[in-house]
């Protein structure tokens, strides 16, 4: 049987950097766990326009769709800034989400604690915090019709619509589930059923399916109460599922918990292939930080925590993806730190390539 493969998009800035910490973990999982992955490389973003005057080709987009699993760096930069709106860098990583129909994108707002200090919250309120949200990303808000900015009497209006079919809130939901089954069994579904009619189907649909996972403890929250709720207690939740607008924003404060945007990885799920592999994109939340490209400074977490969540999500290979995020615990609890960590005083910051090698070496310890 042939090795599952991976297509690795570096993309811009610090992207071809983090990535080149994973790959050499890649290669330690063929080396020492017997898990040997296909890998092979190719353009997106800048570096993908540079070449082809596209921010993804034709021939990448095809590799997407074969590939087990596609690992993204990130997009991204001053120089593409002026570029037509149709060929900027996002737009590659747009089309990726788009063309896979990646609905269900997975947040995880996890609190190592050797950084809890971090947090603009009390150290008790985010240690030991590990939640997930789950947010819709291919439909309502951001895509519904009619949408645009039209004449009205003597002035303009600007119209967005927030329109969700059921098929498309049972799939995220069920995900959800799926996700909750594998964690601690607890799910929160976040809407405004009390001023939306499209929170009202949302909440239906998610009660609905959630009858078939009756060992999943399910509640409903408004999200801005779950706003709240996520600054004042975060621990209350397992996993969270809400729509695309609410999930952005939600998302972005839950994961500002835990710290710098260096340690944050994501994963887009679509609906699963004949071998029962999803379309999965995985990426760190972060862009390509130009401002430190090039300089070796870039800390290369994110992205390896972006590949555990491929261990976990896209090969069945739970075990191995904590291996991975205990290594980069004890990494942390050993006082490791990129430049973006640094708090305390007198602590030398690590480059992008020395914080990888602590982590092989702590992988090496875990055998
Ligand atoms: P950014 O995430 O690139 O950087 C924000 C700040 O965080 C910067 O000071 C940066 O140095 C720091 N930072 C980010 N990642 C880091 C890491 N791994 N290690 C250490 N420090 C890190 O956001 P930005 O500056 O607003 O955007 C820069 C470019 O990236 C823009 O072109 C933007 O469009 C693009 N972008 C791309 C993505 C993506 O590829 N998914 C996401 C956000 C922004």
């Excluded at 835990?258 to 994963?267: E, N, Y």
């Excluded at 070796?296 to 069945?316: E, H, Q, T, W």
Aim: aromatic share 6%; net charge negative; hydrophobic share 40%.
């Amino acid at each position: 049987m042939s090795n599952p493969s991976i297509l690795i998009l570096p993309g811009d800035g610090i992207g071809p950097e983090v990535m080149a910490e994973v790959r050499r973990i890649i290669d330690w999982f063929g080396a020492k766990r017997d898990l040997a992955f296909d890998v092979s490389e190719d353009l997106v973003g800048g570096a993908a326009y540079d070449v082809h005057g596209t921010p993804l080709h034709d021939d990448t987009m095809k590799k997407a769709f074969e590939a087990d699993a596609v690992l993204l760096g990130a997009v991204g930069g001053p120089k593409y800034d002026v570029l037509d709106f149709s060929v900027k860098p996002e737009r590659g990583l747009l089309r990726l989400r788009k063309e896979l129909d990646l609905f269900s994108n997975l947040r995880p707002a996890q609190c190592f604690d050797a950084l809890a200090d971090f947090s603009s919250l009390k150290r008790d309120v985010v240690a030991g915090l590990d939640i997930m949200i789950v947010r819709e990303l291919t439909s309502g808000i951001y895509f519904g019709e009619p949408r645009g900015i039209i004449e009205e009497g003597n002035e303009r209006v600007g119209i967005n619509t927030q329109r969700y079919t059921e098929s498309e809130i049972d799939r995220v939901a069920r995900s959800a589930f799926e996700l909750a089954m594998r964690r601690g069994k607890k799910l929160c579904s976040m809407e405004k059923a009390n001023v939306m009619e499209s929170g009202i189907l949302w909440r239906e649909v998610v009660t609905k399916v959630g009858e078939e996972y009756p060992e999943v403890e399910l509640s409903h929250m408004y999200a801005d109460a779950g706003a709240m709720q996520l600054c004042r207690w975060p621990k209350q939740f397992d996993v969270i599922v809400t729509d695309n607008l609410f999930g952005d924003l939600l998302s972005d404060a839950a994961a500002m918990l835990t710290g710098s945007l260096g340690m944050l990885p994501s994963a887009s799920l679509g609906a699963p292939r004949d071998n029962g592999r999803p379309y999965a994109l995985y990426e760190p939340v972060h862009g390509s930080a130009p401002d430190i490209a090039g300089q070796g400074k870039a800390n290369p977490i994110a992205c390896v925590l972006s590949f555990a969540m491929a261990l976990r999500y896209s090969f069945d290979q739970g075990a191995e993806a904590d291996r991975l995020e205990e290594a980069v615990n004890t990494v942390l609890a050993n006082g490791a730190r990129t430049a973006d960590l640094l708090g305390e005083e007198g602590v030398t910051p690590l480059s992008t390539s020395e914080m990888g090698t602590k982590i092989l070496e702590a992988l090496d310890a875990s055998l």
